[in-house]
Every structure is written in structure tokens, then in C-alpha cells.
């Protein structure tokens, strides 16, 4: 099974270091996906959510406000100012996690159309956990 390397990063420290199928950013210019050998690039990413399949075949999801990503063919890196994994093994470690990526996104965009697509992905992640 192929699988690339993914680490995320913020000042703060890691908030993701594993193996993972396919990852989908935020991009600048839009919503892009990467998998294993993929193309080397580099690219701003917005406020929004890192969606990641791992090696396992579950899938997590990450909230970020603004940074950059660097792909080359067997790993990809990702730095960014903030960052909020929504993760949690009760339903209130959830909502705790949802409020503060919420949070963060707004205070990262002035746009309410990436507010409430931030919002949909979040909730929708969310739901598949319960």
C-alpha cells in the first residue's frame, strides 16, 4: 500500500506526524488533494480544514488558519500559526475541539463564506465520530 510521510507543524510544536493515504488542503487557490509520489510544490494555504485519510484507512480532520505547505514525493510538510485536530474520545472533547476551531478560523478570515464552509466540514467530522 503506498503512503507518504505527513507532518504538520506550528510554532507551538507538531500536531500530526504519521503515514497517511491522501491529504486534502486549503490552498490559496482552492481545495487541493496530494498522495504518495506526488508532484513536488509548494503553496499558501487559508484558513480551513486539513482532511487526512491515514495508512489505516481512518480518516481525521485539522483545523488551520494560514500557513504553507511543501510536497515532494515521499513527504509532505505543512506550517502553520494554528492549528485545532478535531479529535476526542467523548462527545464533549468533540464540542470543546469544534468551539475552539471555530474559533480560530474566524479569527484567520474575514470571510463568512470560508466561516461557514469551515463550519460545515467541522460539523460534518464531527457526526462521523458519534
Request: proline letters at 4%; hydrophobic letters at 45%.
Amino acid at each position: 500500500m503506498d503512503t507518504m510521510k505527513l507532518e504538520i507543524v506550528t510554532p507551538h510544536g507538531p500536531i500530526f506526524s504519521g503515514e497517511v493515504k491522501s491529504a486534502t488542503f486549503p490552498g490559496a487557490e482552492g481545495e487541493f488533494g496530494v498522495l504518495p509520489e506526488h508532484a513536488s510544490l509548494v503553496s499558501l494555504l487559508e484558513a480551513g480544514v486539513i482532511e487526512i485519510e491515514k495508512s489505516d484507512g481512518s480518516k481525521e480532520s485539522i483545523v488551520i488558519d494560514s500557513g504553507y505547505v511543501k510536497v515532494d514525493e515521499e513527504k509532505t510538510l505543512v506550517v502553520v500559526e494554528g492549528a485545532v485536530p478535531i479529535i476526542g474520545e467523548t462527545e464533549s472533547e468533540i464540542a470543546k475541539a469544534i468551539a475552539e476551531a471555530k474559533e480560530l478560523v474566524k479569527k484567520a478570515s474575514n470571510s463568512d463564506f470560508a466561516i461557514a464552509n469551515v463550519e460545515a466540514k467541522v460539523d460534518a467530522a464531527a457526526k462521523t465520530r458519534f
